[in-house]
């Protein structure tokens, strides 16, 4: 069986829709999946010195959960996972952070 393409404009419209709605289909599955899997937390005691941006940057070299993200994506996770309105820390201060 042979296809006739009668309108070359209309197809190539057609098939990005299509791959735009299987796009668009993949990333709201892949969300889902990934919300709503099990998520492991550590806790982290604040140390002389540390800073979040310390913290941050320890985790996106050691922690498989934020490999490949920005820093300061990462710095603003962490400010809003363990509720701080700013970015001051205290020695001793336990810290939530996402692990994998």
């Known amino acids: 069986m042979k296809l006739k393409i ?3 404009p209309k197809f190539i419209c057609s098939i990005g829709t299509l791959l735009g709605v299987i796009i668009l289909l993949s ?3 892949s969300n889902i999946t ?3 899997g099990e998520m492991d937390y550590k806790t982290v005691y604040v140390i002389q010195g540390d800073t979040l941006w310390t913290i941050a940057k320890r985790e996106q070299i050691c ?3 934020y490999e490949d993200k920005d820093i300061r994506d990462i710095v603003y996770e962490l400010k809003k996972l363990n509720h701080l ?3 001051n820390l ?3 201060q336990a810290l939530t ?4």
């Open 6 to 8: 009668v309108s070359f």
């Open 27 to 29: 990333l709201i599955f």
């Open 34 to 36: 990934l919300s709503y």
């Open 63 to 65: 922690n498989p959960y």
């Open 85 to 87: 309105q700013e970015s």
């Open 90 to 92: 205290y020695v001793g």
């Open 97 to 100: 952070i996402p692990n994998i």
